[in-house]
């Protein structure tokens, strides 16, 4: 303004780090008016302090890019730091949709940034794995993936596997879950009266690695009066892709899957994984500018989280006591991409003789962050140390949340400090409630 | 007009007798007069109600005494604000500000407001509002030299430039005369009462905690402790009539004491004769002064107790209290002792930030003419 | 090589890589703190660990002759913490451990990176908290509290950040580190921790700081007044207090700022207010009770048409909530805004406000109100569009004009936000050269090189009668240091 001094550094050589389609819209970054509400709430800024590590920072970054800054490797680095765990949303007293400016700067990056060896050949790896259910499948336990022909190489050469070693050894400690559970059927018919149509997303990790989850998933539905629709060959939502840049390739899984449930016909289309959720949720906007941009918007409108659908529906099944107290955990993409907080406290509320515990601060993510914790284990450890102590200051006997990737995070964390405390989904302690089974059937401890 | 007189035998600070004695009637005349006392290089001690001109140690040298009997008054008093300006020179006792008040208890018969202010005194209630700095909201100064400066202003919330309001709280006149004060005001409480209790000195700390782990807000928590004996402690609460009933019943049975409306006779008077010392703790390590053999009295809810220094032993007690003083993690000074003692024991004990109190007294009167040797370190 | 690469390599060498940021952009993200029209890209970004390497820095930039300026959480709203271009940038966010809460001393020990509120929450369990609560605690740092002597909407009860530390380890201009006050009160000599409090990082930075815990209230009640004008309101906030009631709170706002909480946060505040009061009591539980039916008459019986009592600390936490977010929530109904700080006479305050709203109309500019009504401390918030020509130009002239009442009133052109870059320039109107001259001597006892934080608070430097060091070839090298 008037008397402010100015800046003194001139312009400097180069491209500028943006180019014309998509880049992190100018309006957006204007809203911010540099508050710093969303400082603690950013887990890299709780890490490190600096102010390119926050949400604040980034967004100031993205501007100097529109100014004409170019796209360094420093710029790269800071964005590539960003959990995309939206704490800084829910934070943001001015609305700033950090959600949407993250996500084209990452599409920026991803098209425009050269990724040097090992890093590229990391990613690489792990776009060839994750989205694909079936590829992921043959995962479970450790050393078969040296026997998962045509991947072996990829996976080896990446390093990805000594990456993925601390998480399947997690997962190796759910043992029990990790039995065989059969494929679900097509169709499930609702217990009593129908309410709902609803078409059931099965996800990638998600079934890969916690089958229970799926199968309690749809029983939970079908017991409170829904007809459960689970459309064969889904593939990946996409949220992994989208969360990362890598836009193409979310646009793809996104049209097939809008394809595929488009054909089952339901009211809803439920997800029991918060990243994919909130990811089918934004459908309309990723596919804007596409064919498919009014199936698309059509779509994401009838996309609930499993918690979200069931209390709105309210109770139907009766609920056995369960006597337990459990820690709920916020997965991001639930309580911050999706807003979805109170309904799954309720529906535990519900369940008789259940106590929930809140967990210190809720806001601040676990590290998993979809495959953050692969790409940044050091980083992604220390914010689950820190996510594991507050959860076991709970004193709780069960760790409930509605994310696979927090689940596996947070186990090997409490593992890690010595801990122990049995972990389920939000729909394996209300399956467990409806069927009259004992706590013991949730209290198998990881680590 | 002369802007001094000569000064009478009773003109002396500490012993050291004076030779000129002025008493400017505002601050304009205030400043003609330092502005002379510089030009003519005068050693200067401002004096108020002269009930503190024992404390601390006598000035290396003293040629005018400021006195501010003539600069007395309220000046304004803002009923609606809670906030009053008065003059220097203003007894405290006796403000006269209805149904509000000037929440520092006058602690010395006859002190003024600006030595108050100057020797940063404090009673039983500094508890629940606090001290100098915390009611001080604006002051106006002469410099040595005459220059005329405030800080702050009249409204309590104010960050506005340096608060030299708090620089010249308890700064003994060394850097200048302070002519006008504003305070923040409190509305005078509807009731009070108190709860009293008197318990062998090894009970005091558990009683302490007690009171502290109730949440009555008391407006002073005082001690009593003769040099020999069981130790009494009074807690004072304020407010409203009905919520008074109510904490000092709580209070009964926290202490398992006697609640009343009566101030024990003791109460906000130093307890020393001749000599005094002031001694700080923090909070959960008062009971560690105890126990010393010599009468000491004053708020344990805020870590301020005074001590009766013997005179016959001083050197040896003073260093025995002080020792005890630093070792819990305060300070031991003495405030104000006979000429025979004062010589013979450190007034003021260790002083940290001494070299920044050197540079800022260096700068404010650089001629070291005001108050010269009264202070820490010799300021 | 310049003197600012140099020094970088000497703490980068001293300090570790890791502390030091010299990337051009990088150092861009630094430019402003929370008034980010004020923008100086700095020189040279440094990170301490802790008090030693905070010391080691300051000791380096006074070897090197070169200015320094402290940043906390960079949340200012005078810009105080606005770079130096030639300078270092010294930011206590690495900074925040808590280092000890001492509840039977109520006394906590912290770092100057700690988030206020989060010492709150490290006291809690024992029963304690800490009182200051500026609008912005979940992110403000302590140093940076301690700087500005920040308030809050409690302080009208509980003052100010001045009144709640107690000690404070502080490094001095020359890079010393000197212990302040402490753990007891009244420490002998000059009370140079009152002083130091809220001198805006001029007179060194605060590297550990003891605060004072206040036992946690066994009752609190708040209420939510919904009134069909300012005036109505102002007027029920006057009776209040003349009645000898001291709220631990008394906020104001007027519809322009309920409409933007209310579309940042859903409040839900009545509809059709014109203003609404939330006034807060909190004590002993029977002297709450009888002030508060107190206060709800008096609310009533100066015209409020809707009164609501927080049932719950969620409800409570809503009412705040609208409140607390108001300055951030205004982006949504306007594309910028000037965030004033003035003080006045709460006695005035009806008056004022008309004042307020005549200037706005003269210059067909919005003011939306947002003040802590307690004690008369308006934060008047400035609306305009940058995008439109002439608009940013008319703003800071009602922005300024605001500032002219608050003195023409008897009051203050700040009374938490500091004066920092900003409000220099008002200083001459509020106090006289000589004033600013004597405040200056306190400067130039901590600082005489006048390389703290300079361009802050005072428009005119004053020199402090010393050459300043010059760092000359001959001399030893800050490299020695280490």
Same mark, same amino acid.
């Given at each position: 303004?008037?008397?402010?001094?100015?800046?003194?550094?001139?312009?400097?050589?180069?491209?500028?780090?943006?180019?014309?389609?998509?880049?992190?819209?100018?309006?957006?970054?204007?809203?911010?008016?540099?508050?710093?509400?969303?400082?603690?709430?950013?887990?890299?800024?709780?890490?490190?302090?600096?102010?390119?590590?926050?949400?604040?920072?980034?967004?100031?970054?993205?501007?100097?890019?529109?100014?004409?800054?170019?796209?360094?490797?420093?710029?790269?680095?800071?964005?590539?730091?960003?959990?995309?765990?939206?704490?800084?949303?829910?934070?943001?007293?001015?609305?700033?949709?950090?959600?949407?400016?993250?996500?084209?700067?990452?599409?920026?990056?991803?098209?425009?940034?050269?990724?040097?060896?090992?890093?590229?050949?990391?990613?690489?790896?792990?776009?060839?794995?994750?989205?694909?259910?079936?590829?992921?499948?043959?995962?479970?336990?450790?050393?078969?993936?040296?026997?998962?022909?045509?991947?072996?190489?990829?996976?080896?050469?990446?390093?990805?596997?000594?990456?993925?070693?601390?998480?399947?050894?997690?997962?190796?400690?759910?043992?029990?879950?990790?039995?065989?559970?059969?494929?679900?059927?097509?169709?499930?018919?609702?217990?009593?009266?129908?309410?709902?149509?609803?078409?059931?997303?099965?996800?990638?990790?998600?079934?890969?690695?916690?089958?229970?989850?799926?199968?309690?998933?749809?029983?939970?539905?079908?017991?409170?009066?829904?007809?459960?629709?689970?459309?064969?060959?889904?593939?990946?939502?996409?949220?992994?892709?989208?969360?990362?840049?890598?836009?193409?390739?979310?646009?793809?899984?996104?049209?097939?899957?809008?394809?595929?449930?488009?054909?089952?016909?339901?009211?809803?289309?439920?997800?029991?994984?918060?990243?994919?959720?909130?990811?089918?949720?934004?459908?309309?906007?990723?596919?804007?500018?596409?064919?498919?941009?009014?199936?698309?918007?059509?779509?994401?409108?009838?996309?609930?989280?499993?918690?979200?659908?069931?209390?709105?529906?309210?109770?139907?099944?009766?609920?056995?006591?369960?006597?337990?107290?459990?820690?709920?955990?916020?997965?991001?993409?639930?309580?911050?991409?999706?807003?979805?907080?109170?309904?799954?406290?309720?529906?535990?509320?519900?369940?008789?003789?259940?106590?929930?515990?809140?967990?210190?601060?809720?806001?601040?993510?676990?590290?998993?962050?979809?495959?953050?914790?692969?790409?940044?284990?050091?980083?992604?450890?220390?914010?689950?140390?820190?996510?594991?102590?507050?959860?076991?200051?709970?004193?709780?006997?069960?760790?409930?949340?509605?994310?696979?990737?927090?689940?596996?995070?947070?186990?090997?964390?409490?593992?890690?400090?010595?801990?122990?405390?049995?972990?389920?989904?939000?729909?394996?302690?209300?399956?467990?409630?409806?069927?009259?089974?004992?706590?013991?059937?949730?209290?198998?401890?990881?680590? | 007009?002369?802007?001094?007189?000569?000064?009478?035998?009773?003109?002396?600070?500490?012993?050291?007798?004076?030779?000129?004695?002025?008493?400017?009637?505002?601050?304009?005349?205030?400043?003609?007069?330092?502005?002379?006392?510089?030009?003519?290089?005068?050693?200067?001690?401002?004096?108020?109600?002269?009930?503190?001109?024992?404390?601390?140690?006598?000035?290396?040298?003293?040629?005018?005494?400021?006195?501010?009997?003539?600069?007395?008054?309220?000046?304004?008093?803002?009923?609606?604000?809670?906030?009053?300006?008065?003059?220097?020179?203003?007894?405290?006792?006796?403000?006269?500000?209805?149904?509000?008040?000037?929440?520092?208890?006058?602690?010395?018969?006859?002190?003024?407001?600006?030595?108050?202010?100057?020797?940063?005194?404090?009673?039983?209630?500094?508890?629940?509002?606090?001290?100098?700095?915390?009611?001080?909201?604006?002051?106006?100064?002469?410099?040595?030299?005459?220059?005329?400066?405030?800080?702050?202003?009249?409204?309590?919330?104010?960050?506005?430039?340096?608060?030299?309001?708090?620089?010249?709280?308890?700064?003994?006149?060394?850097?200048?005369?302070?002519?006008?004060?504003?305070?923040?005001?409190?509305?005078?409480?509807?009731?009070?009462?108190?709860?009293?209790?008197?318990?062998?000195?090894?009970?005091?700390?558990?009683?302490?905690?007690?009171?502290?782990?109730?949440?009555?807000?008391?407006?002073?928590?005082?001690?009593?402790?003769?040099?020999?004996?069981?130790?009494?402690?009074?807690?004072?609460?304020?407010?409203?009539?009905?919520?008074?009933?109510?904490?000092?019943?709580?209070?009964?049975?926290?202490?398992?004491?006697?609640?009343?409306?009566?101030?024990?006779?003791?109460?906000?008077?130093?307890?020393?004769?001749?000599?005094?010392?002031?001694?700080?703790?923090?909070?959960?390590?008062?009971?560690?002064?105890?126990?010393?053999?010599?009468?000491?009295?004053?708020?344990?809810?805020?870590?301020?107790?005074?001590?009766?220094?013997?005179?016959?032993?001083?050197?040896?007690?003073?260093?025995?209290?002080?020792?005890?003083?630093?070792?819990?993690?305060?300070?031991?000074?003495?405030?104000?002792?006979?000429?025979?003692?004062?010589?013979?024991?450190?007034?003021?004990?260790?002083?940290?930030?001494?070299?920044?109190?050197?540079?800022?007294?260096?700068?404010?009167?650089?001629?070291?003419?005001?108050?010269?040797?009264?202070?820490?370190?010799?300021? | 090589?310049?003197?600012?690469?140099?020094?970088?390599?000497?703490?980068?060498?001293?300090?570790?890589?890791?502390?030091?940021?010299?990337?051009?952009?990088?150092?861009?993200?630094?430019?402003?703190?929370?008034?980010?029209?004020?923008?100086?890209?700095?020189?040279?970004?440094?990170?301490?660990?802790?008090?030693?390497?905070?010391?080691?820095?300051?000791?380096?930039?006074?070897?090197?002759?070169?200015?320094?300026?402290?940043?906390?959480?960079?949340?200012?709203?005078?810009?105080?913490?606005?770079?130096?271009?030639?300078?270092?940038?010294?930011?206590?966010?690495?900074?925040?451990?808590?280092?000890?809460?001492?509840?039977?001393?109520?006394?906590?020990?912290?770092?100057?990176?700690?988030?206020?509120?989060?010492?709150?929450?490290?006291?809690?369990?024992?029963?304690?908290?800490?009182?200051?609560?500026?609008?912005?605690?979940?992110?403000?740092?302590?140093?940076?509290?301690?700087?500005?002597?920040?308030?809050?909407?409690?302080?009208?009860?509980?003052?100010?950040?001045?009144?709640?530390?107690?000690?404070?380890?502080?490094?001095?201009?020359?890079?010393?580190?000197?212990?302040?006050?402490?753990?007891?009160?009244?420490?002998?000599?000059?009370?140079?921790?009152?002083?130091?409090?809220?001198?805006?990082?001029?007179?060194?930075?605060?590297?550990?700081?003891?605060?004072?815990?206040?036992?946690?209230?066994?009752?609190?009640?708040?209420?939510?007044?919904?009134?069909?004008?300012?005036?109505?309101?102002?007027?029920?906030?006057?009776?209040?207090?003349?009645?000898?009631?001291?709220?631990?709170?008394?906020?104001?706002?007027?519809?322009?700022?309920?409409?933007?909480?209310?579309?940042?946060?859903?409040?839900?505040?009545?509809?059709?207010?014109?203003?609404?009061?939330?006034?807060?009591?909190?004590?002993?539980?029977?002297?709450?009770?009888?002030?508060?039916?107190?206060?709800?008459?008096?609310?009533?019986?100066?015209?409020?048409?809707? +009164? *609501?009592? %927080?049932? &719950? #600390? $969620?409800?409570? =936490?809503?009412?705040? @909530?609208?409140?607390?977010?108001?300055?951030?929530?205004?982006?949504?109904?306007?594309?910028?805004?000037?965030?004033?700080?003035?003080?006045?006479?709460?006695?005035?305050?009806?008056?004022?406000?008309?004042?307020?709203?005549?200037?706005?109309?003269?210059?067909?500019?919005?003011?939306?109100?947002?003040?802590?009504?307690?004690?008369?401390?308006?934060?008047?918030?400035?609306?305009?569009?940058?995008?439109?020509?002439?608009?940013?130009?008319?703003?800071?002239?009602?922005?300024?004009?605001?500032?002219?009442?608050?003195?023409?009133?008897?009051?203050?052109?700040?009374?938490?936000?500091?004066?920092?870059?900003?409000?220099?320039?008002?200083?001459?109107?509020?106090?006289?050269?000589?004033?600013?001259?004597?405040?200056?001597? +306190? *400067?130039? %006892?901590? &600082? #005489? $090189?006048?390389? =703290?934080?300079?361009? @802050?608070?005072?428009?005119?430097?004053?020199?402090?009668?010393?050459?300043?060091?010059?760092?000359?070839?001959?001399?030893?090298?800050?490299?020695?240091?280490?």
């Amino acid at each position: 303004m008037v008397d402010a001094p100015r800046d003194v550094l001139g312009p400097v050589a180069g491209e500028p780090a943006f180019d014309d389609h998509r880049p992190p819209r100018r309006d957006l970054v204007s809203d911010c008016v540099h508050c710093g509400f969303c400082l603690t709430t950013c887990p890299t800024y709780v890490l490190w302090g600096e102010e390119a590590d926050s949400p604040r920072g980034r967004i100031h970054l993205m501007k100097q890019g529109l100014d004409g800054e170019p796209m360094t490797d420093s710029m790269v680095r800071h964005v590539d730091a960003c959990l995309g765990c939206m704490a800084c949303v829910t934070a943001c007293p001015s609305g700033v949709r950090y959600d949407s400016l993250i996500e084209d700067t990452r599409a920026q990056v991803e098209r425009r940034h050269p990724r040097k060896g090992r890093d590229r050949a990391l990613r690489e790896a792990i776009f060839a794995l994750f989205p694909y259910p079936r590829r992921l499948r043959l995962l479970r336990g450790p050393l078969r993936a040296y026997q998962i022909s045509g991947l072996q190489r990829l996976v080896a050469r990446s390093g990805l596997l000594a990456r993925l070693a601390p998480t399947l050894a997690t997962l190796d400690s759910l043992a029990p879950r990790l039995r065989r559970v059969p494929r679900p059927p097509g169709r499930v018919p609702a217990r009593g009266p129908r309410r709902a149509v609803v078409g059931m997303l099965t996800g990638c990790v998600q079934d890969a690695f916690f089958p229970d989850v799926n199968a309690a998933t749809i029983r939970v539905l079908a017991a409170e009066g829904c007809d459960v629709v689970i459309p064969p060959g889904q593939g990946c939502c996409g949220a992994l892709s989208v969360h990362n840049g890598r836009e193409e390739q979310a646009r793809g899984f996104a049209r097939a899957l809008i394809d595929r449930f488009e054909r089952a016909g339901v009211d809803f289309v439920v997800v029991n994984a918060a990243g994919c959720g909130s990811s089918m949720k934004e459908y309309a906007e990723l596919l804007r500018d596409d064919p498919y941009a009014e199936r698309a918007a059509a779509f994401a409108a009838k996309v609930r989280d499993l918690s979200e659908l069931l209390a709105g529906l309210g109770p139907a099944a009766r609920r056995h006591p369960l006597p337990l107290t459990v820690a709920y955990h916020d997965a991001c993409h639930l309580a911050h991409a999706q807003g979805v907080r109170a309904q799954p406290r309720a529906l535990l509320a519900g369940i008789p003789g259940l106590e929930v515990r809140e967990i210190a601060d809720p806001e601040i993510c676990c590290g998993s962050a979809g495959v953050w914790n692969i790409l940044n284990p050091g980083p992604a450890a220390e914010l689950g140390d820190r996510k594991a102590s507050n959860v076991l200051a709970t004193g709780a006997s069960l760790l409930v949340t509605a994310n696979p990737g927090c689940l596996m995070q947070v186990a090997a964390a409490v593992r890690r400090q010595g801990g122990a405390i049995a972990l389920a989904h939000t729909a394996q302690v209300l399956d467990a409630s409806i069927r009259g089974l004992p706590p013991s059937a949730l209290l198998t401890p990881a680590g | 007009m002369a802007l001094w007189t000569a000064a009478t035998e009773a003109d002396t600070v500490g012993g050291v007798p004076a030779r000129f004695v002025a008493a400017p009637a505002d601050t304009a005349e205030a400043a003609e007069v330092l502005r002379a006392a510089a030009a003519a290089d005068l050693a200067v001690v401002v004096r108020g109600g002269g009930s503190k001109l024992d404390w601390g140690m006598p000035p290396r040298r003293l040629d005018l005494i400021v006195d501010t009997r003539n600069l007395t008054g309220v000046v304004e008093h803002a009923a609606g604000d809670l906030i009053v300006v008065v003059r220097a020179g203003t007894p405290l006792a006796g403000l006269g500000l209805g149904d509000q008040q000037l929440a520092l208890d006058p602690v010395r018969p006859g002190a003024t407001v600006g030595g108050t202010v100057a020797a940063n005194t404090s009673g039983p209630r500094r508890l629940g509002y606090g001290t100098v700095r915390d009611l001080l909201i604006g002051i106006t100064v002469v410099r040595p030299g005459g220059m005329v400066a405030r800080a702050g202003g009249k409204v309590v919330k104010n960050v506005a430039g340096y608060d030299l309001g708090k620089l010249f709280t308890g700064s003994y006149g060394t850097l200048g005369l302070i002519t006008e004060c504003a305070f923040r005001l409190h509305p005078r409480p509807a009731a009070h009462a108190l709860v009293v209790r008197t318990a062998p000195a090894e009970q005091i700390g558990a009683l302490l905690a007690a009171v502290r782990a109730e949440q009555v807000v008391p407006a002073a928590v005082e001690l009593d402790a003769p040099a020999e004996g069981p130790v009494t402690l009074a807690v004072l609460v304020e407010g409203t009539p009905a919520g008074v009933l109510d904490r000092a019943a709580t209070l009964e049975k926290a202490l398992g004491g006697q609640a009343t409306d009566e101030f024990p006779p003791w109460w906000g008077a130093y307890p020393w004769t001749e000599a005094g010392m002031k001694l700080t703790a923090p909070l959960s390590r008062v009971p560690d002064l105890l126990s010393q053999g010599v009468a000491l009295r004053g708020s344990a809810g805020t870590g301020v107790l005074y001590a009766d220094v013997p005179v016959d032993d001083a050197p040896a007690v003073v260093e025995r209290l002080r020792a005890a003083a630093i070792r819990a993690g305060g300070h031991g000074v003495v405030l104000t002792a006979p000429p025979g003692v004062r010589e013979r024991v450190d007034m003021w004990g260790p002083v940290p930030g001494l070299e920044l109190m050197r540079r800022v007294k260096d700068q404010f009167d650089p001629g070291h003419l005001f108050a010269p040797g009264r202070f820490v370190g010799g300021i | 090589m310049t003197v600012l690469d140099r020094l970088a390599d000497v703490l980068r060498s001293g300090l570790g890589a890791g502390r030091v940021i010299s990337d051009r952009q990088e150092l861009r993200t630094y430019e402003c703190d929370g008034l980010a029209h004020y923008k100086v890209t700095p020189g040279l970004v440094v990170l301490p660990r802790d008090a030693g390497e905070c010391a080691r820095t300051v000791r380096a930039c006074v070897e090197a002759n070169v200015p320094f300026v402290a940043r906390g959480s960079g949340t200012g709203l005078s810009g105080g913490a606005l770079p130096h271009a030639d300078g270092v940038l010294i930011v206590t966010s690495k900074m925040r451990a808590i280092v000890e809460v001492a509840p039977d001393d109520e006394r906590a020990v912290v770092e100057p990176g700690v988030i206020n509120l989060h010492v709150t929450h490290a006291a809690t369990p024992a029963g304690y908290y800490y009182a200051p609560d500026p609008s912005s605690q979940q992110i403000c740092s302590i140093g940076g509290n301690v700087a500005e002597n920040s308030g809050g909407a409690h302080c009208l009860k509980y003052g100010f950040t001045a009144n709640h530390v107690t000690g404070a380890q502080v490094v001095t201009p020359a890079g010393d580190l000197v212990e302040l006050g402490g753990r007891a009160p009244d420490a002998p000599g000059y009370d140079l921790l009152g002083a130091f409090v809220g001198s805006e990082g001029t007179l060194g930075i605060a590297t550990r700081v003891t605060v004072r815990l206040t036992r946690l209230p066994e009752s609190v009640r708040t209420l939510l007044a919904a009134f069909a004008t300012t005036d109505q309101a102002g007027a029920a906030t006057s009776a209040i207090i003349a009645a000898g009631v001291v709220p631990a709170a008394v906020e104001m706002m007027d519809a322009l700022a309920i409409e933007a909480a209310e579309a940042a946060v859903a409040c839900g505040y009545p509809a059709g207010a014109g203003a609404v009061l939330i006034v807060e009591l909190d004590g002993p539980q029977a002297e709450v009770e009888a002030q508060f039916a107190q206060v709800t008459a008096l609310c009533e019986g100066n015209g409020a048409f809707e +009164l *609501r009592i %927080a049932a &719950d #600390p $969620a409800q409570r =936490a809503l009412f705040w @909530k609208g409140r607390k977010s108001a300055f951030a929530a205004v982006g949504r109904i306007s594309p910028d805004y000037i965030v004033q700080d003035g003080v006045i006479p709460r006695t005035a305050l009806p008056e004022v406000l008309h004042r307020i709203d005549e200037v706005s109309r003269a210059h067909g500019v919005r003011v939306a109100n947002v003040f802590h009504a307690g004690d008369g401390n308006l934060h008047p918030l400035v609306l305009f569009d940058d995008g439109v020509p002439g608009q940013a130009e008319r703003a800071e002239e009602v922005s300024g004009a605001i500032i002219d009442l608050c003195i023409e009133y008897g009051g203050s052109i700040t009374g938490e936000h500091g004066v920092g870059m900003d409000k220099a320039k008002y200083m001459p109107r509020m106090f006289t050269a000589d004033d600013l001259e004597t405040m200056q001597l +306190l *400067r130039c %006892a901590f &600082d #005489p $090189a006048g390389l =703290a934080n300079p361009g @802050k608070i005072f428009p005119t430097p004053r020199l402090c009668g010393e050459v300043p060091r010059r760092h000359k070839a001959d001399e030893p090298r800050p490299a020695e240091l280490f």
